[in-house]
């Protein structure tokens, strides 16, 4: 725990935000139904999500609480904040774990400096941290094969994986997909919303609606668990659950990609291979063959300033090419058994 004996504390209104105390400030700043913060953000058009705001109060509890215990806003400066920093670099957290866990903390602080109910804002020019990441597990061409030409236990789960690795999309994505998302007569999906556990239906990560290629056989197996679905409404999720409100649970489709791995002889815990690594393999794939900015606004990309003089949508012929190179390049994967 910091000591806060070495910072000259001065005396203040107890109204006044710097007599508050820091855990206290912080939960009720990221606090969804009733922080200032969130909702001057969507008032203004800025998307942040419940999610976001449940991780950052996780982070408050498990790493801010237990180190500034007693602590009230007005106690925090440059050099407490930077103890801090080293402390979490210390215990070996990774660099991108620190800086999620200080914005937990700098974020508000700049907040309130800028709404001016802080007369400084100790976190002004803190440098971030950066390092290199685990890098992520991409399977070759030949474990891709080898994988989805066997049979899986859940066929939602083969399905989930099958459609991740042949259109690129997140596993919110893929959850969130409905019946009406599927092209009635023509091989695309519409990709609206992406799903949360914690949000339910959203919008997609980068706020914007799209439309991504499918593969015949992909759709095939789509529409196949549409009429195993045991829930009957007129737009059921298509990786149903046990509740008809809501699809099936995101982490079993990391296991059942790791069973594959596993039965394959494939390490995917070493090799760090997720259920995100399929967005890796179809990204690294199609931009062997087709544009970068062709590919990077079919998987939704947004982080990369050099694409953004590109359209905002994909024009029919560019996805009618994607189609076709996309059944040439998966066309290993798509042997799968027909029981699978």
């Known amino acids: ?149 066997a049979s899986w236990k859940d066929k939602r789960v083969y399905a989930g994986n099958l459609l991740a690795i042949t259109t690129g999309l997140r596993a919110g994505e893929v959850l969130a997909l409905r019946k009406r998302d599927i092209g009635a007569t023509e091989n695309f999906l519409y990709i609206r919303h992406s799903w949360s556990r914690i949000d339910g239906l959203k919008m997609p990560k980068n706020g914007e609606s799209r439309k991504v290629p499918l593969l015949p056989d992909v759709r095939e197996k789509l529409f196949e668990l549409i009429k195993e679905n045991p829930h009957r409404t007129d737009n059921p999720f298509v990786f149903y659950g046990p509740l008809q409100d809501k699809p099936m649970a995101e982490e079993l489709f990391l296991k059942g990609l790791k069973k594959a791995c596993k039965d394959y002889g494939i390490d995917a815990a070493a090799r760090n291979i997720v259920f995100h690594s399929h967005r890796h393999y179809y990204a690294a794939r199609m931009v062997d063959r087709m544009a970068p900015d062709q590919v990077i606004r079919i998987t939704g990309h947004k982080s990369m300033a050099v694409f953004e003089k590109y359209a905002d949508h994909i024009i029919q012929e560019n996805l009618e090419a994607a189609g076709e190179i996309t059944a040439e390049v998966f066309g290993n994967i798509l042997r799968f058994k027909r029981g699978a």
């Open 1 to 149: 725990m910091l000591k806060a004996g070495g910072f000259p504390v001065e005396a203040r209104p107890r109204d006044s935000i710097e007599a508050l105390p820091l855990e206290a400030f912080l939960q009720n700043f990221w606090d969804y139904k009733n922080s200032p913060y969130v909702r001057d953000k969507l008032t203004h058009g800025y998307r942040i999500g419940k999610r976001h705001c449940h991780e950052s109060i996780k982070r408050v509890h498990y790493y801010v609480t237990p180190s500034f215990e007693g602590w009230n806003v007005g106690d925090i400066t440059r050099d407490v904040l930077k103890e801090f920093a080293n402390i979490l670099a210390d215990v070996g957290l990774r660099p991108n774990s620190i800086q999620q866990i200080m914005h937990t903390i700098t974020t508000p602080l700049k907040w309130a400096h800028q709404e001016g109910k802080l007369a400084f804002n100790p976190s002004a020019g803190m440098l971030k941290f950066h390092g290199a990441e685990k890098k992520r597990g991409v399977l070759t061409p030949q474990e891709a094969e080898k994988i989805f030409s």
